[in-house]
T-cell receptor, first 109, second 111 residues
Framework: GQQVMQIPQYQHVQEGEDFTTYCNSSTTLSNIQWYKQRPGGHPVFLIQLVKSGEVKKQKRLTFQFGEAKKNSSLHITATQTTDVGTYFC?????????FGSGTKLNVKP | DAGITQSPRHKVTETGTPVTLRCHQTENHRYMYWYRQDPGHGLRLIHYSYGVKDTDKGEVSDGYSVSRSKTEDFLLTLESATSSQTSVYFCATTPGLEPQYFGPGTRLTVL
């Protein structure tokens, strides 16, 4: 099956620092979705990227899809304590979603 | 969030007993999914459904079965629960190539 690798597994930052998580695949991704899961909560959809080189922004969050469509990144500028949680990438392919293992972000105030 | 509920929300059971988890949606979404979430593994697909009575296996389907007799309900059954099935189970729905909407999860402990 598809394999989407996500790094790092954990990231601890001081509030105000930037944060980036990466999603990589050995095969071309048809699309990539990003989700956030707060501690004790359920995953919540953030964004979907489908085009090569696509960049989308949501306030302090910047999402990129690689030119070769084999990688994607989520960058948070000036983290806040509300950014705490686990961030997952996922590919949708043939009715199934393939999730990365997630990056757990902890933000120290 | 989409109208997705899961029941029960918490369950403790013993090894060898059957367990059924229920997912109910009010969005009329065609696709429904069951995942399990374990530390270090992210979300792993157990089974999914692409319509009433239409289901297919995911990557970790052994020991699980599903049924979907109505659009709004998707049941996950552990025929004979084992300790390795202790996990948090999430149901999700989507109308198609769209975001998935997740239910609140069921925490299952098998002793």
């Amino acid at each position: 099956g598809q394999q989407v690798m996500q790094i790092p597994q954990y990231q601890h930052v001081q509030e105000g620092e930037d944060f980036t998580t990466y999603c990589n695949s050995s095969t071309t991704l048809s699309n990539i979705q990003w989700y956030k899961q707060r501690p004790g909560g359920h995953p919540v959809f953030l964004i979907q990227l489908v085009k090569s080189g696509e960049v989308k922004k949501q306030k302090r969050l910047t999402f990129q899809f690689g030119e070769a469509k084999k990688n994607s990144s989520l960058h948070i500028t000036a983290t806040q304590t509300t950014d705490v949680g686990t961030y997952f990438c996922a590919e949708y392919n043939f009715n199934k979603f393939y999730f990365g293992s997630g990056t757990k972000l902890n933000v120290k105030p | 969030d989409a109208g997705i509920t899961q029941s029960p929300r918490h369950k403790v059971t013993e090894t060898g007993t059957p367990v059924t988890l229920r997912c109910h949606q009010t969005e009329n979404h065609r696709y429904m999914y069951w995942y399990r979430q374990d530390p270090g593994h992210g979300l792993r697909l157990i089974h999914y459904s692409y319509g009433v009575k239409d289901t297919d296996k995911g990557e970790v389907s052994d020991g699980y079965s599903v049924s979907r007799s109505k659009t709004e309900d998707f049941l996950l059954t552990l025929e004979s629960a084992t300790s390795s099935q202790t996990s948090v189970y999430f149901c999700a729905t989507t109308p198609g190539l769209e975001p998935q909407y997740f239910g609140p999860g069921t925490r299952l402990t098998v002793l």
